[in-house]
Every structure is written in C-alpha cells, then in structure tokens.
C-alpha cells in the first residue's frame, strides 16, 4: 500500500506564507510526477502545481509567481511554499502522486487526505 499524508494547513492573513508537504510511504520504486490540487468550497477540484521526476515544474496561471513546488527525493516528500496568498486560495489542498510500485513495478496513482488552507482577516 502507498498512502499520501499531508500537513502545514491553517489559518493565514492575506498577504501571508504557509508551507504545505507531502510525505508518501509505502511499496515505492519510484515517484514519477507530484503534484498539488485544491478544492474551494462550491467548487470543482482544480490543478494547482506539478513537479516531475527530472525536476521540471509547472503552475496554474492563478499562482504563478507566489507558489513553489518542490520535491526532496530523499524524503520522498513533495512541498508547495505558498506566499503572498489572497482570500481566494483559501480550499483543501491534495497532494497527488504518480508511483511505481516496488513489487511489480505497476504505476498507481495515489491521493492524499488534503489539508485546509483558509486565508483570511
């Protein structure tokens, strides 16, 4: 089994920083793509960042420029540093990931809990 747990979810002003990480455990060969999804309250879930295997990263053009994804391979951890973040990124966070399982090498795609982020005043 491969499970996702998250943290660093809160309460934040607007204007503020939250780091949010992702720790994968399990059977893991290898973590081919991470990435980041957010849900809004009355909202579909959307695509926020992904970051692949070869270190290449790309973001939602409503966060470019205040988020960062980043990966420590060694921790098999994946972050997002969100900074200078407004009141409508407030949502639940998931982290998603893309494994190769070690025992047979099959790919599976893995979801996290999520973690609520509320920006606000």
């Known amino acids: 089994q491969v499970q996702l747990v998250e943290s660093g979810g809160g309460l934040v002003q607007p204007g503020g920083s939250l780091r949010l990480s992702c720790a994968a455990s399990g059977s893991i060969f290898s973590i081919n793509v991470n990435g980041w999804y957010r849900q809004a309250p009355g909202k579909e879930r959307e695509w926020v960042a992904t970051i692949i295997s070869g270190g290449n990263t790309m973001y939602a053009d409503s966060v470019k420029g205040r988020f960062t994804i980043s990966r420590d391979n060694a921790k098999n951890t994946v972050y997002l540093q969100m900074n200078s973040l407004k009141p409508e990124d407030t949502a639940v966070y998931y982290c998603?990931?893309?494994?190769?399982?070690?025992?047979?090498?099959?790919?599976?795609?893995?979801w996290g809990q999520g973690t609520l982020v509320t920006v606000s005043s």
């Open positions: 998603n990931a893309r494994v190769t399982l070690t025992a047979d090498y099959r790919s599976l795609e893995v």
